[in-house]
C-alpha cells in the first residue's frame, strides 16, 4: 500500500534538530522545506492500487531519495549510506537522526514500478511542473543543442569473449541448452567464463579457436531456431544475440567461403557493433577519428538565457534513430515549455542535416545551425556550391557552362563532357569525369550555407549561445570533477536516469535563479 508521510516530525528530527547545518539555497534544503508540495502522495499513488500490505516508503522521501541519487551519481548502496550517515539527506528526506536506511533492493523496487507504469517520468514532470509556474520560460524561444557520449556500465569484450559469453547465456536461458551445449560444443570449456589458455601471439591458434567457437555457436542456433522448437521472448532474444555475436567479427579464413567451418577475426569493424553480449544495445563511436568512445548518447535542449534544460533524451551512440538531428527533432516537438509557438534552434554542424532543416522550417521554427563544410573531390578545386542547379528545370550546369539533366534518383553525371575541359584538374580526378549525387534537400542546404558565409550575425548569435549548452552538457556529464559512467543496462534504464538527472540539474539552477514558494505556486524572487 501507498505510504504517506506523518504531518508531524520524530522526536529526533534531523531538520528540527540540525537542519541549520545545511546549507540554505541548496537542493537539501529546498527538499527539506517543500519537497511535499513538489511529490504529492496522489502522483504516486497509482504505483499502489492496492490499499492493504505493508506501506511503502512515502512517495516525498523517495521521490527525494531518487532525485538526489541521480542529482550526485551515488549507488544504491551509496544511497542507503548517505540516509544514515549524512545529515545533509536525513533533512532533505525528513527523517530522524537515528534513521538506520532500508535495502539497497527497495530502490529497484521503485524504480521497476516506475518503469511499468504509464507515467515512468514523473520525478522529471514534478520539477517540469515546477518550471512552467515560475513562468521563468515564458516568451524564451531560444533552444540550444548538443550531445554527448556517457560510458556504458560494461565492459566492452572481444570477440572470443563475446561468443563464450553468449554461448552460456544460451546455456542458462533455453531450456535443454545446457546438454546440447555438453554434448555438441567442444571449442571451449563453457563451464566457465574465462579465455581459453592458447598461446595468443600464434595466429593458427587463434584462428583455429575462433573457428571452433564460432562453429559451436553456428550448430547452437541452428538447434533452437528449428521450426519445433518454441521459445519464449526472454530465450528467443539470447539465440538471436548468439547468432549476430557468432558473424559481426568474423570472416572466412583466407582460401574459404565459409562452408568449411574455417573462420578469422574480420579485418574490419562490424557497423552497429554489440560491444558486449551484458548489454546488447551499448554501442561503439567515435568523437574523431582518434579518439573512440564506448557507450550511449545523451542529447539535451537548452535555454541557453536561463541554462535551463527544456529537453534530454538517451539513445544508442549510433545509428539513424540516435542521430543528433533525429532526436533533436523529437525534442523540440515535446517541449512544452514553447507551448507550441515557434522557436530559434541553435545547433553545431551535427545538426546541419537537410532533414532537420526542412523539419524546422515546416513547423515554423528557425535555424541557426552552422551547415556541414563542403569538402572538394580535388584539394583547392571546385565544391558542389560551384554547380548550378535548377530543380525546375531539373539541371545542373558545371563550371565551365555545361549542363546535364538530374536523374530520378538525383545523378548527375557529366561523363564525356569532362574530356578536354580546361577545368578538369580543379574538378575532379575521375578517369570517367565528374559524377554528382544532390541531397533530396539540397536547395535548403545550399540556401544554409549561403547564409552562413554570407551574414557575419549568424556566426555571431550562434557563438553567443553556444557556451551555455556547453556548459549544460558538463553538468549532464561530470560529476564532482569526473566523468560519469552509467551504472544501467539498456537503453529505457538510462533514460530514465538521464532525465532523473536533469530534473535535479533543473533545481539547483532555478534555486541559483532565485525559487521561491508563494501561496498556492511557484515564482522567482
Sequence with gaps: MQGV??????????????????????????????????????????????????????????GSVLLLQALYDYSDPQVVEALRCDIRWKVACGLPLTYEGFDPST????????AASAR????????DAVIAQTGVLKGRRKRALDSTI????????????????????????????????????????????????????????????????????????????????????????????LALVAGQDVEPAEGGDGTDGRWRIARRVAEDRVISVHDPQARHTRKTPEARRDGYRAHIAVEPDTTLITGCALTQATGAAGSDAAVAGQMLTADTHAQNEPVTAYGDSAYGTGELRA???GAGHTAIIKPKPLKPAV???????????????????????????????RNVTFGVACRGCPLRTRCTTSKTGRALILHPHDALLRQARAAWAGDPSLRRAYDADRPQVERAICWVATCRGRRLKLRYIGTAKNDWWLRTRVAGLNLRRLLNLGLTRRPGTWALA
Design 150 to 241: 556517457l560510458a556504458d556500465a560494461v565492459a566492452t569484450q572481444d570477440t572470443v569473449t563475446q561468443l563464450i559469453a553468449a554461448i552460456r547465456r544460451v546455456g542458462r536461458q533455453v531450456p535443454g541448452a545446457a546438454e546440447a551445449i555438453a554434448a555438441q560444443c567442444t571449442g571451449a570449456d563453457y563451464s566457465t567464463p574465462a579465455k581459453p589458455k592458447i598461446d595468443w601471439d600464434d595466429p593458427q591458434a587463434r584462428d583455429e579457436l575462433v573457428s571452433a567457437l564460432v562453429n559451436d555457436a553456428t550448430r547452437l542456433v541452428e538447434i533452437f531456431t528449428a521450426e519445433q522448437v518454441d521459445l519464449t521472448g526472454k530465450q528467443a532474444d539470447a539465440v538471436g544475440l
Design 107 to 114: 530502490l529497484v523496487y521503485w524504480r521497476k514500478r516506475l
Design 5 to 62: 508521510s506523518k504531518g508531524e516530525p520524530e522526536l529526533l528530527d534531523a531538520a528540527a534538530l540540525v537542519g541549520h547545518l545545511v546549507p540554505a539555497g541548496s537542493v537539501f534544503a529546498f527538499l527539506a522545506e517543500h519537497r511535499r508540495e513538489v511529490f504529492r502522495d496522489d502522483a504516486f499513488a497509482d504505483l499502489f492500487p492496492s490499499g492493504t500490505g505493508r506501506p511503502s516508503i512515502p512517495a516525498d522521501v523517495i
Design 359 to 361: 523539419a524546422l522550417a
Design 120 to 127: 515512468p517520468h514523473r520525478i522529471h514532470e514534478a520539477i
Design 379 to 409: 584539394e583547392g578545386g571546385f565544391t558542389l556550391d560551384d554547380f548550378t542547379v535548377d530543380e525546375t528545370a531539373a539541371t545542373v550546369t558545371c563550371p565551365n557552362g555545361v549542363t546535364r539533366p538530374i536523374t530520378p534518383k
